[in-house]
């Protein structure tokens, strides 16, 4: 069964970091490309990041620009984001979403998607 | 940044009837468009691609058109299991972005 299970969410303060993990099964994982999707509460979808099949292509939206970083561990079938610099708007359900293609530019749209981890920035 | 924007908002509609959602992008994108339907409480899950390109699994009552600024998700027949809010996106650059959602309720 093809699957992405996140981890790593929680209540954090302001100003500091924190480390979301997504394991993948079921599929060849480094055939693929990966992002990391979030949806604020009671909000729309917000792509924040992707990285594609060897690590050679990432980017962000701007609104972590500078403050999150994408990364991959074929050997391990994992998915990372950390976070820094954490914001209260960061407050968001974060999904990690495998893409269709091996590369994230150009691809195909995201075929599978974790359930997702809960980030909460707050003081 | 290409902004993609979604209408209607929301709309409610009876069983059987045809449903279209449309999606705008500022700029050209050629076909690189996909859509996702998210129900209430549950995961988004990919519809279409390449602008219209059904997803498998996916029930044919869904179709995708357009190219280019304009887009349009259909749905020839509305179920009751069709309740959920709809997005497009963009993804043949950076950033990927979503139009804003579309809720589609029954009447």
């Known amino acids: 069964e093809v699957q992405l299970v996140e981890s790593g969410g929680g209540l954090v303060q302001p100003g500091r970091s924190l480390r979301l993990s997504c394991a993948a099964s079921?599929?060849?994982?480094?055939?693929?490309?990966m992002h990391w999707v979030r949806q604020g509460p009671g909000k729309g979808l917000e792509w924040v990041s992707g990285?594609?099949?060897?690590?050679?292509?990432?980017d962000y939206a701007d609104s972590v620009k500078g403050r999150f970083t994408i990364s991959r561990d074929n050997a391990k079938n994992s998915l990372n984001l950390q976070m820094n610099s954490l914001r209260p708007e960061d407050t968001a359900l974060y999904y990690c979403?495998?893409?269709?293609?091996?590369?994230?530019?150009?691809?195909?749209?995201?075929?599978?998607w974790g359930q997702g981890t809960t980030v909460t920035v707050s003081s | 940044d290409i902004q993609m924007t979604q209408s209607p908002s929301s709309l409610s509609a009876s069983v059987g009837d045809r449903v279209t959602i449309t999606c705008r992008a500022s700029?050209?994108?050629?076909?690189?468009l996909a859509w996702y339907q998210q129900k209430p409480g549950k995961v988004p899950n990919l519809l279409i691609y390449?602008?219209?390109t059904l997803q498998s699994g996916v029930p044919s009552r869904f179709s995708g058109s357009g190219s280019g600024t304009d887009f349009a998700l259909t749905i020839s027949s509305l179920q009751p299991e069709d309740v959920a809010t709809y997005y497009c996106?963009?993804?043949?650059?950076?950033?990927?972005?979503f139009g804003g959602g579309t809720k589609v309720e029954i009447k």
């Open positions: 979403a495998k893409d269709r293609s091996s590369s994230w530019t150009h691809g195909h749209g995201m075929d599978v």
């Open positions: 079921g599929f060849s994982f480094d055939d693929y490309a």
């Open positions: 990285i594609n099949w060897n690590s050679g292509s990432i």
């Open positions: 700029q050209g994108i050629s076909n690189y």
């Open positions: 390449t602008a219209s």
């Open positions: 996106q963009k993804y043949n650059s950076a950033p990927l972005t």
